[in-house]
């Protein structure tokens, strides 16, 4: 995976394997990307961050949703809810 795809300062949404994590849905803010993976702030549904970091390795950062807080957050913030009523609230 090109490290570049994902730089300090994005913000994020991934999903992680089933049993791996007690959620699979995490979101957050790029603080650290190195050559074992990507350190992410969590932060909550409304962006407010949750106080601690999540680690994620390169083998299990597979599919993800990425965007520049520069930008407008809007329909980022839309495809995470309806990415989360598919992947998670649905079961």
Not at 66 to 87: H, I, M, R
Request: with cysteine; charged share 25%; aromatic share 10%.
């Amino acid at each position: 995976m090109e490290k570049e795809t994902i730089e300090k300062g994005c913000l994020i949404a991934l999903t992680l394997p089933e049993g791996m994590v007690p959620e699979r849905l995490y979101v957050g803010l790029v603080k650290v990307v190195d050559s074992r993976g990507v350190r992410l702030g969590l932060v909550d549904r409304n962006g407010v961050d949750l106080g601690y970091d999540l680690f994620v390795s390169w083998e299990h950062l597979q599919v993800f949703l990425v965007a520049n807080p520069q930008e407008g957050l809007e329909s980022f913030w839309s495809c995470v809810y309806s990415w989360a009523e598919k992947t998670t609230l649905g079961k």
